[in-house]
């Protein structure tokens, strides 16, 4: 063990947040929509088990297309979100389908030869040593044994293991024919996350053949530069180097050579320390990164890929482990509110009698645009599988993930959706339940309610928006137990945070991205509240302090408009006070809609991740005016 810090997950968390739920549903709801027959057709059709005379009923194209050289990689991701899905709920209907399309796959391994069990020839890898072009057949090769892995690990299926094994039997045969340099030009084609493969396996079986993988896919050229301090990231693509260092990570935990927490922690800092990053947390354009510090001129239709959120995501999970710095808690919220939440099932939400214009939902955006007037280019369910329909299916089955992660007695309170987290401290078990109250005081919550409006009075307390995240961790415990609650103050906050115990202050604070550690004998039944004041907050480009984009709390807002648009203020006015609340209500919600003051035209503000169909803005250039 390399850190005594680890996640709660899985069974240990339970969600309870309605929105999170709606979305892990939705994605539960994708997952089984798409047939098994399908799913496999590349697979079946490589291991020569195809012989029908047609295209089958409802075919997947796109990059599924039997004509795409990375043809099969998204059965891969479909495997992975059902096995963490499994591992949370429990999911019988889901776990049978997944654990038949494993047999499918053995099968076709067999018919292989026993050890061949991708969607895409050999022949693509003999491409890559001979320095012919092809597309990135390791990356795609990397799915199938991710998906295989995870079913294996949260599933447990123990036949997903031997098809991995025998599977990697062939890359150890394959590399033992190349010399060091020869490997490193094949590993200059995107390998994705075989490293990471090759650990896992290592962690999972012991066997001596995954240490000579690990060694034969150590990314010199990459790793090496990293570790020297240089800059081998700009300009160069995203997603082929985040999966190779997350690879790194897990060898650092698995081996405890220092050399791998060294690379990981300086792409960290060279990707984000020192590059900066949008409002939303994302950093690319075109799927590569930018020059340091410099994004004004890179404001694109193709910024922020899915899929780099949701595996920068992950690294700031390693790194928060190793570190406990909530900065690295404060960069997930921000990229699951920005980004998952905003490129993946979206939904509209209309009201009786509006008609809308455009669709009603919208599955996933393969990039989030930056670019001033442009809209969300939302993928189909079987037309296009981009590698982002693979990291959308497993960034919506992992929402229960980086929110709880314990120490011995030190409980890490990083995320705040309704949830509960079983704890075992020493041999006693506490249930940590976390509620928001949205402060509107009302149970009335749509005109199909049941109508139950109870006069209170929290009701006429906050007759306005209260620009609050009020949050109450419920403790139960059959004993009273000795804890460190630590509560993570985030970044957004604008008024000092207050911590009550059992209705008493306990304390009150200003630092942002920091801890409050509420140390005590915990007794059943203790209730820590945590008052978290948010509001309208400015977040300039980097490389131009006069270009802001608006947000409220961790959530980016987005003017709605055709074009880009100056922001004019006086010299003595703030710029967060340009927005204010605009339909701040309906029914018993708070809502997180906004509007110019002082603007001509004026122009509406609503959060990136309600955006649908609209054309909006994210940045706004500021004019000082006399």
């Known amino acids: 063990m390399t850190t005594s810090l680890h996640e709660l997950y899985g069974k240990q968390v339970r969600l309870a947040d309605g929105m999170m739920l709606r979305r892990e549903t939705d994605n539960r709801s994708y997952l089984m929509e798409l047939t098994s027959n399908n799913l496999l057709h590349n697979y079946e059709l490589e291991a020569t ?172 050229r990459l790793f090496d530069s990293l570790l020297k301090g240089e800059d081998p990231l700009t300009n160069m693509h995203a997603n082929t180097t985040i999966p190779e260092v997350i690879g790194a990570c897990e060898a650092y935990e698995a081996t405890g050579d220092k050399k791998y927490r060294d690379i990981a922690e300086a792409y960290w800092n060279q990707a984000v320390t020192e590059r900066g990053m949008y409002a939303t947390g994302g950093q690319t354009n075109g799927e590569i990164w930018g020059p340091k510090m410099s994004l004004s001129n890179r404001m694109g239709l193709k910024t922020q890929e899915h899929c780099t959120v949701y595996n920068m995501i992950r690294l700031a999970d390693y790194m928060f482990r190793w570190t406990k710095d909530p900065a690295y808690a404060d960069y997930i919220e921000r990229n699951i509110y920005n980004g998952v939440m905003a490129q993946t099932y979206w939904h509209y939400e209309g009201t009786n009698g509006y008609a809308p214009t455009t669709p009603t939902e919208g599955l996933i955006a393969y990039f989030l645009p930056m670019r001033a007037g442009a809209y969300k280019g939302w993928g189909s369910k079987t037309n296009d599988f981009f590698c982002c329909h693979g990291s959308m299916v497993q960034a919506n089955a992992t929402f229960n993930r980086y929110m709880y992660y314990q120490d011995d007695k030190d409980i890490y309170v990083n995320q705040y959706w309704d949830s509960d987290a079983y704890i075992d401290i020493n041999g006693t078990n506490v249930t940590l339940s976390q509620r928001r109250d949205p402060l509107t005081g009302s149970f009335h919550l749509s005109s199909t309610s049941s109508g139950k409006h109870t006069i209170n009075r929290t009701a006429a307390e906050y007759a306005h928006n209260p620009d609050t995240h009020m949050i109450y961790l419920h403790i139960q415990t059959d004993n009273p137990v000795d804890m460190n609650l630590n ?73 709605l408009c055709d074009e880009e648009r100056t922001l004019y203020f006086e010299g003595d006015e703030k710029p967060e006070n340009m927005l204010i609340h605009e339909n701040e209500r309906e029914w018993g919600f708070w809502r997180s809609q906004f509007r110019t003051k002082g603007q001509d035209p004026g122009m509406r503000f609503l959060p990136l991740n309600q955006i649908g169909y609209e054309k909006y803005c994210v940045y706004f250039p500021l004019k000082y005016v006399d």
């Open 49 to 220: 088990l195809v012989t029908e005379p047609y295209l089958p009923e409802n075919m997947h194209g796109g990059w599924e297309s039997p004509t795409c050289q990375l043809r099969g990689h998204f059965l891969g991701h479909w495997l992975s979100a059902a096995a963490m899905r499994i591992y949370e709920t429990d999911d019988a209907e889901l776990k049978a389908k997944a654990d038949a399309i494993v047999k499918r796959l053995k099968t076709c391994q067999e018919a292989n030869g026993g050890g061949w069990a991708a969607s895409i020839p050999e022949k693509y890898l003999f491409r890559i040593a001979n320095g012919k072009p092809i597309w990135a057949p390791q990356y795609a090769i990397h799915k199938t044994f991710m998906g295989l892995v995870d079913m294996y690990r949260f599933a447990g299926n123990e036949l997903a293991l031997t098809i991995a094994d025998d599977f990697a039997d062939w890359f150890v045969n394959w590399t033992d024919k190349f010399t060091r340099d020869q490997l490193d030009d094949i590993l200059d084609f995107e390998t994705g996350g075989m490293l990471e493969i090759w650990v896992n396996l290592y962690e999972i079986t012991g066997k001596e053949k995954y240490l000579t993988l690990m060694a034969r896919y150590y990314r010199g």
């Open 487 to 559: 509560i993570r103050i985030p970044w957004w906050i604008t008024e000092a945070c207050e911590i009550k115990v059992n209705d008493e202050l306990y304390t009150t604070t200003e630092e942002k991205t920091s801890y409050v550690t509420v140390s005590r004998t915990f007794e059943n039944d203790d209730i820590v509240s945590i008052r978290l004041k948010k509001g309208i907050t400015i977040y300039p480009l980097p490389d131009d302090e006069d270009m802001v984009a608006f947000m409220y709390g961790p959530e980016v807002l987005c003017g």
